[in-house]
T-cell receptor, first 114, second 112 residues
Framework: AQSVAQPEDQVNVAEGNPLTVKCTYSVSGNPYLFWYVQYPNRGLQFLLKYITGDNLVKGSYGFEAEFNKSQTSFHLKKPSALVSDSALYFC????????????FGAGTRLFVKA | DAGVTQSPTHLIKTRGQQVTLRCSPI?????VSWYQQVLGQGPQFIFQYYEKEERGRGNFPDRFSARQFPNYSSELNVNALLLGDSALYLC???????????FGPGTRLLVL
């Protein structure tokens, strides 16, 4: 069965500092991995995805994520946080075989202090 | 280009009633998925449709049903509403066989 864990409910970081939002997953076969961001009273916005290839994936707004197969992780990173990055971040996984079901983590709230 | 649109934006129903939520995908997208997001939780997969056929179903009771129309728009129906059905219902569209889903703003359903 597929599952996603985001071990931190909340991450606090000062503006200008690097940020990391953690995600681990479990899926049969090779995973498709995604990060989405949700602002208050809005739908989810796509940030980046890993399908295959280079383990370091670059996405929107300066975010990147590193796929680590041995640790089954897909942590979201940004070298220098902005106050405007404060939002709710979701990691999601989908197996590349056997259906279209996408599983989301519970989310991590990011607070960036000025 | 317009993104994914959903209607209505808000809805209030009472227990036992039925509700229909609507979704129009991004032009050219042939797949639509539905998710339920309860406050404080991540989206939970309900259905995915592609070319008018159901391609995936999450762990939701039979009170939940959906369909996709020839123009690729979709409806989600929920019968015999329960208080626990109160949530933000999200629709996402994607290209045929393309993995990235683009989400609409959602319909917020409140069941009293």
């Amino acid at each position: 069965a597929q599952s996603v864990a985001q071990p931190e409910d909340q991450v606090n970081v000062a503006e200008g500092n690097p940020l990391t939002v953690k995600c681990t997953y479990s899926v049969s076969g090779n995973p498709y991995l995604f990060w989405y961001v949700q602002y208050p009273n809005r739908g989810l916005q796509f940030l980046l995805k890993y399908i295959t290839g280079d383990n370091l994936v670059k996405g929107s707004y300066g975010f990147e994520a590193e796929f680590n197969k041995s640790q089954t992780s897909f942590h979201l990173k940004k070298p220098s946080a902005l106050v405007s990055d404060s939002a709710l971040y979701f990691c999601a996984v989908r197996a590349n075989t056997g259906g279209f079901k996408t599983i989301f983590g519970a989310g991590t709230r990011l607070f960036v202090k000025a | 280009d317009a993104g994914v649109t959903q209607s209505p934006t808000h809805l209030i129903k009472t227990r036992g009633q039925q509700v229909t939520l609507r979704c129009s995908p991004i032009s050219g997208h042939k797949s639509v998925s539905w998710y339920q997001q309860v406050l404080g939780q991540g989206p939970q997969f309900i259905f995915q449709y592609y070319e008018k056929e159901e391609r995936g179903r999450g762990n939701f009771p039979d009170r939940f049903s959906a369909r996709q129309f020839p123009n690729y728009s979709s409806e989600l129906n929920v019968n015999a509403l329960l208080l626990g059905d109160s949530a933000l219902y999200l629709c996402a569209s994607s290209l045929a066989g393309e993995e990235t889903q683009y989400f609409g703003p959602g319909t917020r359903l409140l069941v009293l």
